[in-house]
């Protein structure tokens, strides 16, 4: 670490940590509930612990990229942060919005729009927060000494996240039109300027872990920034299929769906050149399987499992079943929680001074944390296929396919219960590296400059 103002994103990294783990809480409440072991529906329905659970799963990430932002720029533009209290600002301000929200989920005080179900009221404090953060980050790069395209890559995917989000707090009386405005936040975050961000963060820790001149890496960039425009944007056009608009969604979004894996492929073939062309020598090899494992497993989870089932001829009988819950566990993993985590497992050392890299505790988070998430997603693939055939083309009744794949969840528990293993030893991990120190700064060894 190189910069004192660089240790704020510590407490940004332990926010997201936190919120993960409840996140993770609130899917075991709905994975119990699934099997008849529902004995906390009268507190927590399983409406509301879904609300919870993909709610929590925006907003640890959405921490989760601030905290590399405030860790990334600073170096990138070699300079300190303009205001560090103002950071903290942002981040109380930040968790006060996320437990208003949840508290207000449990006593009904939502919104039924899938990923935007927080109060209106509440998105106002949103948009300042965001503005307060974004602030912080444009005057750092302004004020600094360099512009790196790593650096602005990340900046523009964070600017770009905070105008879609404009769109979802407009009023409509219209189911059809709310719901097409709904996707320009949601799937323009998802697949489109969260890509930017990932590849931000991606570069920046390809070239810090594999000593590959900045040059390469960032040419790469651009491959991928052009990659997500082309495909993302008019990809939106799979989720406008069945909602009312007009029938030329299904040819547009078809065919740049199609499109889509091809940023993900960009990312994973990117990820594995600068590995191999890198010099392996850097010590601190668990971020680096973070950071190689985020980039191939987006690509199978983001890329090939999305594409499966967004092809019209396909989505027609996959649409709002548990084959998009496959689709979005393994890719919201791989492409984002992924590279959070591996940010965290390489910036943690530098700001504590401790070096605790090669560790059992940490390859154990790693592989159990990856092998359970895919056991996860097996399960819900498998009982999502046994859905689309029950319901879709047997015709069954819902409540009745659901009880004939509820053995599916028991997997899946099993599963999730590795995963969460693995994200305990992740944590003890977190812990055990302790807080950051002043003596840290300026005690990292850097491949370049």
């Known amino acids: 670490m190189k910069y004192k ?20 809480i609130y899917g075991f409440i709905m994975g119990f509930a699934r099997i008849g072991m529902d004995g906390l529906h009268e507190f927590i329905p ?13 907003v640890w990430l959405l921490t989760g990229f601030m905290g590399a932002a405030y860790y990334i720029i600073p170096e990138e533009a070699q300079t300190e942060l303009i205001s560090v209290k103002l950071a903290f600002v942002q981040l109380i301000s930040l968790a006060l919005v996320g437990v208003v929200a949840i508290v207000g989920f ?7 729009r899938k990923f935007l179900e927080i109060p209106r009221e509440l998105d106002y404090l949103v948009v300042v927060n965001v503005l307060l953060f974004l602030g912080l980050i444009l005057g750092t790069l302004y004020k ?10 990340l900046t523009m995917g964070l600017v770009f996240a905070a105008l879609l989000y404009l769109p ?10 709310d719901s097409f405005f709904r996707w320009w936040v949601v799937h323009l975050w998802v697949e489109g300027v969260w890509e930017l961000i990932m590849g931000g963060i991606l570069s920046y820790l390809l070239i810090k872990l594999t000593g590959v001149d900045r040059e390469v890496i960032e040419k790469w960039l651009y491959v991928i920034v052009g990659l997500t425009f082309l495909s993302g944007i008019l990809g939106t056009g799979h989720h406008y299929y069945f909602i009312g608009v007009n029938k030329i969604w299904l040819v547009v979004g078809g065919v740049f769906s199609a499109l889509e894996p091809l940023a993900f492929l960009a990312m994973a073939l990117f990820a594995m050149y600068m590995y191999k062309k890198g010099e392996k020598s850097h010590p601190n090899k668990i971020a680096l399987f973070w950071t190689i494992g985020a980039a191939i497993v987006s690509f199978i989870g983001a890329g090939l499992l999305g594409f499966a089932h967004t092809l019209p001829q396909t989505n027609i009988y996959t649409h709002g079943t548990l084959v ?7 890719a919201f993993w791989g492409a984002y929680a992924m590279i959070v985590l591996a940010i965290i497992s390489y910036a943690l050392p530098n700001m504590t001074g401790r070096k605790r890299y090669n560790v059992n505790t940490g390859h154990y988070a ?9 056991g996860m997603t097996v399960a819900f693939g498998v009982a999502g296929v046994a859905q689309v ?3 879709r083309k047997m015709k069954l009744d819902f409540m009745d396919v659901q009880n004939e794949i509820s053995i599916h969840f028991v997997v899946l528990l099993l599963c999730a219960t590795m995963f969460a293993t693995g994200v305990i030893l992740y944590i003890i991990e977190f812990l055990r590296f302790g807080q950051p120190t002043d003596e840290a700064v300026l005690g990292e060894n850097t491949t370049e400059e």
């Open 5 to 24: 103002s660089q240790k704020v994103a510590y407490w940004f990294f332990a926010l997201a940590i936190l919120l993960f783990s409840l996140q993770i």
């Open 168 to 177: 979802g707090m407009i009023w409509f009386d219209s189911q059809v039109t």
């Open 324 to 330: 998009t819950a496959m689709h979005g566990h393994y």
């Open 46 to 58: 399983f409406n509301t612990a879904r609300a919870v659970h993909t709610n929590l799963l925006v």
């Open 106 to 112: 449990h006593f009904n005080y939502w919104e039924g």
């Open 389 to 391: 055939y029950l319901e």
């Open 144 to 153: 600094g000494k360099r512009r790196t395209t790593t650096a602005l890559v």
């Open 366 to 374: 790693f592989w159990l944390t990856n092998i359970g998430m895919l």
